[in-house]
T-cell receptor
Framework: QLLKQSPQFLSIQEGENLTVYCNSSSVFSSLQWYRQEPGEGPVLLIALYKAGELTSNGRLTAQFGITRKDSFLNISASIPSDVGIYFCAGRPTSYDKVIFGPGTSLSVIP | NAGVTQTPKFQVLKTGQSMTLQCAQD?????MSWYRQDPGMGLRLIHYSVGAGITDQGEVPNGYNVSRSTTEDFPLRLLSAAPSQTSVYFC?????????????FGPGTRLTVT
């Protein structure tokens, strides 16, 4: 797969912080983070466009790597409703399509 | 706005049957795409369209056809269903311009091929 994510599974206690990583050997023009709840379609959390860009959305913070080949998503003070599958997705340079990583499944223990 | 709608929600097919998964959006989005989701594989791009009359292949196009005659609709056709096409199918759409790749997803169609 063009986009790799780690870890594949993550189980944490409520209130803990967590980080999900996304990387590729290819360069991306833009990169997004999505969350998918059971039985639903993914929902956009954060979109990144510039190399080194750091963006926050409430308790979520994401950064696009300087080389545009990697990113991380940090969630602070986790709560039970954060559970779901987190995907990174991106548009490879010179392509007009979006591809997804394999996902990170998060569970939060109350 | 209804957003992105998909029909049917569930479908069971026999091997060799054909069918069309419907996708419609009411947000005047230019960009639309189809993904399939299998356990541990994330979402894999089947076909996408950057506007009416324009379609292109994604990562896993074999066994599927698409057309885009209007901005609103982007149907996905399974030509001769196979058990390997058992999956959850998601349609997505997005604006043009810088936000082109920020996608809005439908609720999915759960397809089983026996």
């Amino acid at each position: 797969q063009l986009l790799k994510q780690s870890p594949q599974f993550l189980s944490i206690q409520e209130g803990e912080n967590l980080t999900v990583y996304c990387n590729s050997s290819s360069v991306f023009s833009s990169l997004q983070w999505y969350r998918q709840e059971p039985g639903e379609g993914p929902v956009l959390l954060i979109a990144l466009y510039k190399a080194g860009e750091l963006t926050s959305n409430g308790r979520l913070t994401a950064q696009f790597g300087i080389t545009r080949k990697d990113s991380f998503l940090n969630i602070s003070a986790s709560i039970p409703s954060d559970v779901g599958i987190y995907f990174c997705a991106g548009r490879p340079t010179s392509y007009d399509k979006v591809i997804f990583g394999p996902g990170t499944s998060l569970s939060v223990i109350p | 706005n209804a957003g992105v709608t998909q029909t049917p929600k569930f479908q069971v097919l026999k091997t060799g049957q054909s069918m069309t998964l419907q996708c419609a959006q009411d947000m005047n989005h230019e960009y639309m795409s189809w993904y399939r989701q299998d356990p541990g594989m994330g979402l894999r791009l089947i076909h996408y369209s950057v506007g009416a009359g324009i379609t292109d292949q994604g990562e896993v196009p074999n066994g599927y056809n698409v057309s885009r005659s209007t901005t609103e609709d982007f149907p996905l056709r399974l030509l001769s269903a196979a058990p390997s096409q058992t999956s959850v199918y998601f349609c997505a759409s997005s604006y043009s311009g810088r936000e082109t790749y920020e996608q809005y997803f439908g609720p999915g169609t759960r397809l089983t091929v026996t």
